[in-house]
């Protein structure tokens, strides 16, 4: 009898945070279909679109196949041996004459843990620089900013199964049903059975906004303001949870006196929500047993992007909704690896596992394994190396898996800065906007192609495995990195990335007890994992990670957004739609996806199309300070009066919502204020 040839492999998806876990059944190189396991903690259920559908690029005949040198204007192909050699070369050249400070390193939240640890190491001790980053830096940086102030972790405080068991899931600037598909369904699925209720506050009425028990829109970048509010009037009214507040927590005093200005007054004049409709939200807390908040970029995307975090954070503290099942709060990642990026150390001031680079203790220990000395002080985060390329500081760039030249705010100002580079390394799936910038683009493999290991929003560690040998002369970034690493003087002699992860675990306490035989097939640990494997799906049941076991309460104050003009008189959200991923760079390249949703559109209220005879399917022009975009209208209830939404992902890169963005920032984080957008709208 003739022998099968199908084979089923176990998988992560890496369309969001949630982290699905499913096999796929393959023939060679044909995807013959995608099995969820509804075992599998993260799924529960099933898969969404993207999970299911979404794999088709794998075998695009656009996946860039070989390495490719500059050449003037265009590229020629090249064998790995004379690229690695010409990127070692120059970046050693360029070490040697301006400092090893001179070359930037971005590493990818799409990428495995062991990818991600690789390239911070070559950053660091390789090459002698903390310039690392990663694009958490765009999404999710002021939320754990929030957290470690508040709680002193920065990840998510429960498990997604766990926020079923809330009596009231509250939803600010987040739309988990297109941005995080299963774990909205199974929020979905609890309220329909009438075991919680649901408190959506958006400028938009999406899906769960539809559904919700409450949805209140308050006005763009009011978010801490209506927060504080509602907590100043739950502790007025005595609601706060004093034996949690006199065991648990610390700075409850000084806390409560700093919302003295937060008036249900000044919350009404300021956010535009309506008295009632502030008490009904305080009244929905205090008679909630159990409270979570997940968030996303509504919350983050602002220049007080960190100090809202804080302030969700400080509500759950007052109403003593954290460390307790069923409550918590939820940051919902982005990208697939956002957590694990961070906690592999691609960031310019931690190495991984958080630890600060300042601190001679901890370098002492990785200093120790890592066989060199370490730099002392942070480095440049991404937002910072646009601006030291400006001023001819930065002379080289390298970058994997991220479009930075359209996913990063003010575009132009982006691109220009790559334009000016002496150096640059892209290395990608696909020759993206991004690498059209770049010296030397080297072919590297999606996670069907390689082994390794991702963490999801809810800090769950899960094993993907390889689904088909990498794509002609493609390679795992991590074997990549090690190449060119040991080209540079490392001796690193990694054989699979068990063999990174045993040696990151050494190092990163809340990955003690992490390998890869428990984590074999299906198995997960959600981080903090002992040493003997004992993993933590809720955080915080007995002491919080402040030095004293407490949470700490962090006073903070509102920032005022960018404010419309008479020119600019539109206020432009964005956000992801449920069929695409980013900057569309995979999922418009599988067939039936992008039949279904070919092209993007920017959603136009029915009061404001009928003021500027905007009718769904014209063509216009939406300008900010900072470039244009030509695209589709669709003429909604979903946004109402001036409010636009135009979403990120777009087969079309001149459609990319980046060109409108401003370099505006969080204060604390440097995360783009990409929800701050002011456009002028012309219909074409
Ligand atoms: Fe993938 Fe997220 Fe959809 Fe799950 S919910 S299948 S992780 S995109």
Not at 56 to 81: H, T
Not at 140 to 166: V, Y
């Given at each position: 009898m003739r022998k099968s040839r199908i084979k089923r492999t176990k998988t992560v998806c890496t369309y969001c945070g949630v982290g699905c876990s499913f096999e796929i059944w393959t023939k060679d190189r044909h995807i013959l279909k995608v099995e969820p396991n509804t075992d599998a903690p993260a799924n529960g259920i099933s898969t969404c679109v993207k999970g299911k559908f979404g794999w088709?690029?794998?075998?695009?005949?656009?996946?860039?196949?070989?390495?490719?040198?500059?050449?003037?204007?265009?590229?020629?192909?090249?064998?790995?041996?004379?690229?690695l050699d010409l990127v070692a070369s120059r970046m050693r050249e360029i070490k040697t004459n301006h400092g090893p400070d001179a070359i930037g390193y971005i590493s990818s939240s799409k990428c495995t843990n062991?990818?991600?640890?690789?390239?911070?190491?070559?950053?660091?001790?390789?090459?002698?620089?903390?310039?690392?980053?990663?694009?958490?830096?765009?999404?999710?940086?002021?939320?754990?900013?929030?957290?470690?102030?508040?709680?002193?972790?920065?990840?998510?405080?429960?498990?997604?199964?766990?926020?079923?068991?809330?009596?009231?899931?509250?939803?600010?600037?987040?739309?988990?049903?297109?941005?995080?598909?299963?774990?909205?369904?199974?929020?979905?699925?609890?309220?329909?059975?009438?075991?919680?209720?649901?408190?959506?506050?958006?400028?938009?009425?999406?899906?769960?906004?539809?559904?919700?028990?409450?949805?209140i829109h308050p006005r763009p970048g009011t978010d801490l303001i209506w927060l504080s509010a509602v907590t100043k009037y739950i502790i007025d009214q005595g609601w706060q949870d004093n034996a949690f507040l006199q065991t648990r927590a610390n700075g409850f005093v000084a806390y409560a006196e700093s919302l003295a200005h937060f008036?249900?007054?000044?919350?009404?004049?300021?956010?535009?929500?309506?008295?009632?409709?502030?008490?009904?939200?305080?009244?929905?807390?205090?008679?909630?047993?159990?409270?979570?908040i997940l968030w996303a970029m509504g919350v983050t995307q602002h220049m007080g992007g960190s100090d809202t975090s804080t302030a969700i954070c400080n509500l759950l503290t007052v109403t003593g909704n954290v460390g307790r099942k069923g409550t918590g709060a939820y940051p919902l990642r982005?990208?697939?690896?956002?957590?694990?990026?961070?906690?592999?150390?691609?960031?310019?001031?931690?190495?991984?596992?958080?630890?600060?680079?300042?601190?001679?203790?901890?370098?002492?220990?990785?200093?120790?394994?890592?066989?060199?000395?370490?730099?002392?002080?942070?480095?440049?985060?991404?937002?910072?190396?646009?601006?030291?390329?400006?001023?001819?500081?930065?002379?080289?760039?390298?970058?994997?898996?991220?479009?930075?030249?359209?996913?990063?705010?003010?575009?132009?100002?982006?691109?220009?800065?790559?334009?000016?580079?002496?150096?640059?390394?892209?290395?990608?799936?696909?020759?993206?906007?991004?690498?059209?910038?770049?010296?030397?683009?080297?072919?590297?493999?999606?996670?069907?192609?390689?082994?390794?290991?991702?963490?999801?929003?809810?800090?769950?560690?899960?094993?993907?495995?390889?689904?088909?040998?990498?794509?002609?002369?493609?390679?795992?970034?991590?074997?990549?990195?090690?190449?060119?690493?040991?080209?540079?003087?490392?001796?690193?002699?990694?054989?699979?990335?068990?063999?990174?992860?045993?040696?990151?675990?050494?190092l990163i306490p809340l990955y003690a007890g992490v390998t890869y035989e428990r984590l074999e097939g299906f198995k997960s640990l959600q981080w903090p994992v002992q040493e003997d494997g004992?993993?933590?799906?809720?955080?915080?049941?007995?002491?919080?990670?402040?030095?004293?076991?407490?949470?700490?309460?962090?006073?903070?104050?509102?920032?005022?957004?960018?404010?419309?003009?008479?020119?600019?008189?539109?206020?432009?959200?964005?956000?992801?739609?449920?069929?695409?991923?980013?900057?569309?760079n995979m999922t418009y390249r599988v067939p039936g996806i992008e039949q279904k949703v070919p092209v993007t559109y920017v959603e136009v209220s029915k009061e404001l199309a009928e003021a500027r005879g905007v009718k769904t399917g014209a063509l216009v022009l939406l300008t900010s300070p900072y470039g244009k975009v030509k695209v589709r209208a669709v003429v909604t209830d979903r946004v109402t009066g001036n409010e636009l939404y135009l979403p990120m992902n777009t087969p079309n890169d001149e459609e990319a919502v980046n060109y409108l963005t401003s370099s505006y920032h969080d204060a604390i984080t440097h995360t783009p204020a990409y929800k701050e957008i002011s456009v002028k709208l012309e219909v074409l």
């Open positions: 088709d690029f794998v075998n695009d005949r656009e996946r860039l196949r070989k390495p490719l040198i500059r050449r003037g204007d265009s590229f020629y192909e090249a064998e790995w041996d004379e690229a062991e990818e991600n640890y690789l390239m911070q190491k070559l950053a660091r001790a390789v090459m002698g620089t903390n310039n690392i980053d990663n694009c958490s830096r765009y999404c999710q940086t002021p939320a754990t900013e929030g957290l470690k102030r508040t709680f002193g972790l920065g990840g998510d405080t429960g498990g997604i199964e766990d926020i079923a068991n809330a009596d009231l899931v509250i939803v600010i600037g987040a739309n988990p049903a297109e941005s995080h598909p299963v774990l909205s369904t199974r929020v979905r699925r609890a309220h329909k059975r009438g075991t919680l209720k649901l408190l959506v506050a958006d400028l938009r009425k999406h899906d769960l906004a539809e559904r919700a028990d409450l949805f008036t249900l007054e000044d919350a009404v004049e300021k956010t535009g929500l309506s008295r009632e409709t502030l008490k009904s939200v305080a009244t929905m807390i205090h008679e909630a047993k159990r409270v979570c982005g990208h697939n690896n956002v957590q694990g990026a961070g906690d592999f150390g691609a960031a310019p001031g931690l190495l991984p596992g958080y630890q600060p680079v300042s601190d001679a203790k901890v370098r002492e220990r990785f200093e120790k394994v890592w066989g060199t000395p370490l730099p002392q002080s942070a480095g440049l985060d991404n937002h910072q190396m646009v601006e030291k390329i400006h001023e001819g500081k930065l002379k080289a760039m390298y970058i994997f898996g991220e479009d930075m030249a359209l996913v990063d705010a003010n575009a132009n100002h982006v691109q220009a800065a790559f334009a000016k580079l002496d150096f640059f390394v892209v290395q990608d799936v696909f020759f993206s906007k991004t690498a059209e910038f770049a010296d030397v683009v080297l072919p590297a493999s999606p996670s069907l192609e390689k082994e390794g290991t991702f963490t999801n929003t809810e800090r769950r560690i899960q094993r993907l495995y390889e689904v088909f040998p990498p794509l002609a002369d493609s390679q795992p970034d991590w074997k990549i990195i090690m190449q060119l690493a040991n080209r540079l003087g490392a001796n690193w002699t990694y054989r699979h990335p068990e063999e990174i992860m045993r040696e990151a675990a050494s004992m993993d933590t799906p809720v955080l915080y049941l007995e002491r919080f990670a402040q030095p004293d076991g407490k949470a700490q309460l962090y006073p903070v104050e509102w920032t005022k957004p960018l404010e419309l003009d008479a020119e600019y008189d539109l206020h432009l959200n964005n956000g992801r739609m449920l069929e695409h991923f980013h900057e569309g």
